[in-house]
Every structure is written in C-alpha cells, then in structure tokens.
C-alpha cells in the first residue's frame, strides 16, 4: 500500500529545506550552458549589502541572531525527540543485555521475561527477536511458527530503523500531520508482516485469530513494530482481504538515497534561481 512511503513523506521538509538552505548561499548563476560566473563579483554594479553568498560571508552578518533564534526555537524539539529514541533504543538494548535469554533454535528468537505477552524485533543493524517467556510457552507450535515470522519480516525489512528514523522526522513538521503518517507506515508494516506469516502457515484465520486472542488479553497496542502492534481490526480485516500470496519483502527507506540524490541534483540546477528569490525576500524587508 502507498502506507509504506509515508515515513520517506515524512522527510520531504528536510529535504525542501536542506534544497533551499544550499540554494540560498549559492554563490553562482549560470551565464550559459554549462558555463558558471559569480553574479555577487565585486565589480557587478547595484550589489545590495544585505547578501547571501558563501564567498562573502560577512553580508550575511545581519541575518545571524535571528537564523540562531530559529535554530533554536526549531531545534529543541529535534533534540528532545532524538533523545527520546535513543533512550527507547539503549532500554531495548539493556533489555537485551541483562535478562536471561533462552535460544529457541527451532524459531529463532530468544525467550525470555518481558513482562508482557508480546515480541518484538530489537536493534536497528543487528537484530533479535525477543519474545516473552510465560507467552511463548501457552502458544500452539503453529501459533509460534505465525509469531516467529511476523518478527522475521520486521527484521527482513528494517522496520526498527525505519520506525526510528521516522520518529525523528515527525519533529520537523507539526504533529497534527506527521502522527496519522507515522501510524499509517505503522499499521502497513505490521499489515505486511501479518501477510508473510498468513504464507508461511497458509491459513489466513489462524494469524487472524491469534491477533484477536491477543487483543482480548491486551488493551495496548506497542507503539514499536511487534506482533501487538498496530490496529488490531485493521490488521484483521486486511489479513481477510488479502489475496494469500507473500509480500514483497524490502526496506521503507529503499528510495531514500535517489530521493537525497534528486534533492542534490535540484539544489544544483536550481540554486542561482532560489538565491535569487530568497535575496529578493530579503530585501523587501530592509
């Protein structure tokens, strides 16, 4: 479903403003093809003294405390939402470390005390599946062929990382419109992992049932990609409506390195023409 773009959705205000941020400094126009010349050279009549340009960085100097002021009053919310995935991510990583773990080979995942009937796939590069020990052992062996599985696809696909980098960039836009994106890519992940593991054991109902048994025992979904994860009827509904075939398995962010590249390309081809209007912003403010 188009759910999966939503995180790189999330990071088209940092790439517009990373595209605007070079173009306004950009220091050249193009005087014909493939042919650069400065347009701020000293000896170009009518240069204003309010000028945005790397080669002469001390015109700048006026715009400094208020682009510092918006640094910061932007900024903040930056810091403190990194800082609240970092903790999540060194809580899962204590989790890891200090609780006795007991290899299921046959799976593939690691048992032990969560506290909760639930697993989840932590780390970002290297990932391990954790799965709550009293859960775990009132589970039919099908029904942890679908749990293994499920976790298996989050791991194929890199959704820890995906789901932490579209934390960090829901704090550039407000939260009225990055929530629903991050919550839909949410529900499309765990949709995706619900349908691999539908395949692997061939009973859609199974998967189906097992996601009602456990909303029956839980009222709170996990905010993070893992088998109580996301919206339960949608998760059903989507399981009953799907066609029976696996997923295409592969990483949300997949398309963030051409993105980056067009961004860059653009910033290139475009500068000298968002200089230009970004100076011509400026100056009806002097």
């Not at 930056?78 to 995935?85: C, M, Y």
């Not at 456990?214 to 066609?243: D, I, K, M």
């Amino acid at each position: 479903t188009l759910a999966r773009f939503n995180v790189l959705a999330l990071g088209v205000p940092l790439l517009v403003g990373l595209t605007l941020a070079a173009g306004a400094v950009w220091p050249a126009h193009v005087a014909g093809l493939l042919r650069l010349s400065c347009h701020c050279d000293p000896a170009v009549a009518g240069l204003p003294s309010l000028h945005l340009c790397l080669a002469h960085p001390a015109s700048a100097l006026p715009l400094l405390p208020p682009a510092a002021f918006l640094l910061v009053w932007f900024g903040w919310t930056t810091v403190k939402q990194g800082r609240a995935v970092a903790v999540r991510l060194l809580a899962a990583r204590r989790l890891r470390l200090n609780t006795a773990w007991e290899a299921d080979t046959r799976h593939g995942v690691l048992v032990g005390d969560l506290g909760a009937s639930n697993a989840f796939t932590a780390g970002l590069l290297r990932t391990t599946v954790l799965v709550d020990r009293a859960w775990w052992r009132s589970l039919s062996r099908s029904e942890r062929r679908v749990v293994a599985v499920h976790e298996e696809t989050h791991a194929r696909c890199g959704d820890p990382m995906t789901h932490a980098v579209g934390r960090l960039l829901a704090c550039l836009a407000p939260d009225q419109l990055t929530a629903p994106l991050l919550a839909g890519w949410l529900n499309s992940a765990e949709q995706r992992a619900d349908r691999a593991a539908a395949a692997a054991v061939g009973d859609p109902l199974a998967v189906a049932q097992l996601l009602t048994n456990q909303a029956r025992q839980t009222s709170a979904p996990s905010l993070v990609p893992a088998f109580n994860g996301g919206t339960t009827e949608a998760r059903v509904l989507a399981l009953l409506s799907s066609p029976g075939t696996p997923p295409r398995l592969g990483s949300d962010l997949a398309l963030a390195l051409p993105l980056a590249a067009a961004a860059i390309i653009g910033a290139a081809l475009a500068g000298a023409h968002i200089h230009s209007a970004v100076e011509r912003l400026l100056h009806l403010f002097q």
